[in-house]
Structure formats: C-alpha cells, structure tokens
C-alpha cells in the first residue's frame, strides 16, 4: 500500500517539473550521474573580493585531501574572521568540495568569514570511517592554521547538506570525544544522518522517482558500509547512532516536511534538546530533500537560507550587515 505524503511547496512542484528524476541509484547509474554533481566553482566567485587558496592535507593512510580556502581579499580588518568548514552533499557517492558551495559563501559576503571546503574521498571506492577522517582531517588543518588564516579558532563552523551534515555531525561528535579542536557551531542541512533508513518519511519517499528517494539512499549507505554489520557502524558514520548527544556545540538543523531524512533529523534536534543542548529546528512545509541549494530563487528557499544565515548572526554575535 503507498503510504501518503506531504504535498510539494507549489512554487517548488513547478518548478521540479522540469527537473529530469530517478528512483534509484546503481553503479552504472553512478559513473552516468557523478561528471554532473557539481558546478564549477570560477563563475560564483565573479565579482566577488575574495581570494582562493588549494592546498593539500594527508589522511592517517597518506592519501592526499584537497582543501579549497576562500578569504575575504584583504582589508583593515583588524580582529580575526569567523570560519566555516562546508561538506558537500552527493549521498556519499558523488559531488566535490565545490557543490553547493554557494550556501557558504553567502556567509563569506555577511560575515566576511574563511571558507574552507573539503574534498574528501567518496564511496564506494572509499568506505566506513574514511570520509568522516578524511574531514577530521581538514578540521585539525585549519586550527593548526588559524593564525595564518587570519581566523578566530573559538568560531569555527562545521557545516554540510546532506550527506555533509552527516558528515558534519559525525566530525562534531568526533571533536567532543577526542577532546579537540573547538567547534563554536555545527549546521546541518538535511543532513544524512541514520544508515537504517526506517523512519516514516523514508518509507513515504519510496517506490517512485524523487530527488533523493529511499532507494537511492539505502544505495549510498550501502556504498559507504561495505561489508560492516548493523552492529559494527560507528556512530562517526552514522550520527543517530550515538546513545549521548550532550556535550555538542550549538547546533542548526533543517529539512522539508516532503523527504526521506525529515524524521531522522527532527529526532537528532529533540535528543540534542534532551541531553541539554542548544538545537534550532526547522522543518520547511513542503520542501523536498536540496530544495534550497537546487532551486534557491524559490521563496521558500530564500526563508531557509536567510533564517540560516540570521542564526549563525546570532552564533557569532555578529551584526549580519556588517
């Protein structure tokens, strides 16, 4: 029996009709879909004063990790910048350290903070705690470097969308447990957060072509688990997961009402609040999963983005027009 579902924002229903979808992901359908999971970077930057750095960072195993740093061109500025360290959604399996790109660097133009986004390896080629090391990695770089970056290594940022808020949330319970380095906040944007894939809402998003559907989750997860046993799943890996929630940084969590992680994202935000923590929640009537960064012209999307960005104001104790 098809379970019911939330209907579609109507500005976002019109404009996903044009939008080509599948229902499910394989390996052949992978190598099809990868060379288009990201946008080049170049055209974003036009216009902008900002200054791009690429450097390289080495994985517990050598492998190298590229890091793109993007800064504010130099003013008179006199007391260090905020950070953001941004994780590119792709359920795992797809996109680049230049995907959704965008969301941060709006934050770069209304705080005039160091972007720094990272490239790390994709499953299935890569798999279990790897991709989550591999941005650990990225964040040890950057406090080892603040001074150099010109940042302020109390308001560090980790942010991500989709599987880069899973990815975000697993490098934020990582800092807690190995004691460092200081995160100032953690913004998740329907983040991918719980390899079961049980909730409700992934069950109403399956059995048909979506953005990201059910089907095509549990193929991600499966890319990314390999061989581990449900019992074997680090809570790094996959955030819910993890019995103890306290301790975390101030956190930011959003998702639509119409996609597959709504459930295990609104769950993640109420354990937070009852381990005592700091959570802001929204849930976006009739969003579907990347409506913001897919169709950002839309008015809903502009409401998320701006309510995004209006928090992390408040975060930083920053004037946003400053």
Do not use: K
């Given at each position: 029996m098809t379970t019911a579902r939330p209907a579609l924002d109507p500005e976002l229903h019109e404009l996903l009709a044009d939008m080509p979808l599948m229902s499910q992901l394989s390996q052949e359908a992978l190598a099809q879909v990868r060379p288009f999971s990201s946008m080049p970077v170049e055209p974003l930057l036009e216009g902008r004063a900002i200054d791009r750095r690429e450097v390289t960072v080495s994985a517990p195993d050598g492998t190298p990790i590229p890091l793109s740093v993007f800064s504010p061109t130099k003013t008179d500025r006199t007391s260090a910048a905020p950070c953001v360290y941004w994780m590119h959604g792709g359920g795992m399996v797809m996109g680049d350290r230049f995907s959704q790109i965008d969301i941060p660097l709006e934050w770069l133009d209304e705080f005039g903070a160091v972007v720094v986004s990272v490239d790390y390896r994709l499953a299935p080629e890569a798999t279990g705690t790897a991709l989550v090391d591999d941005c650990y990695q990225g964040l040890l770089w950057i406090a080892e470097h603040s001074a150099e970056l010109g940042i302020d290594?109390?308001?560090?940022?980790?942010?991500?969308?989709?599987?880069?808020?899973?990815?975000?949330?697993?490098?934020?319970?990582?800092?807690?447990?190995?004691?460092?380095?200081?995160?100032?906040?953690?913004?998740?944007?329907?983040?991918?957060?719980?390899?079961?894939?049980?909730?409700?809402?992934?069950?109403?998003?399956?059995?048909?072509?979506?953005?990201?559907?059910?089907?095509?989750?549990?193929?991600?997860?499966?890319?990314?688990?390999?061989?581990?046993?449900?019992?074997?799943?680090?809570?790094?890996v996959s955030p819910a997961l993890a019995d103890d929630l306290s301790g975390l940084p101030a956190t930011y969590i959003d998702t639509g009402s119409a996609e597959v992680f709504r459930d295990e994202d609104t769950d993640y935000a109420t354990r937070i609040w009852a381990a005592g923590g700091q959570a802001e929640l929204h849930v976006w009537a009739g969003g579907f999963h990347g409506f913001d960064a897919l169709y950002p012209q839309a008015h809903i999307s502009a409401t998320a983005r701006r309510t995004r960005t209006d928090w992390l104001a408040r975060v930083l104790h920053t004037n946003p027009t400053a």
């Open positions: 290594p109390a308001r560090i940022i980790v942010a991500g969308a989709s599987a880069g808020g899973g990815l975000a949330a697993g490098v934020t319970l990582l800092a807690r447990d190995l004691g460092t380095p200081t995160i100032a906040a953690q913004v998740l944007i329907g983040p991918m957060l719980d390899h079961r894939n049980t909730s409700t809402s992934s069950r109403q998003f399956s059995g048909g072509p979506g953005v990201w559907t059910r089907e095509m989750n549990e193929f991600g997860w499966c890319c990314l688990l390999g061989d581990l046993a449900d019992d074997e799943v680090p809570v790094y």
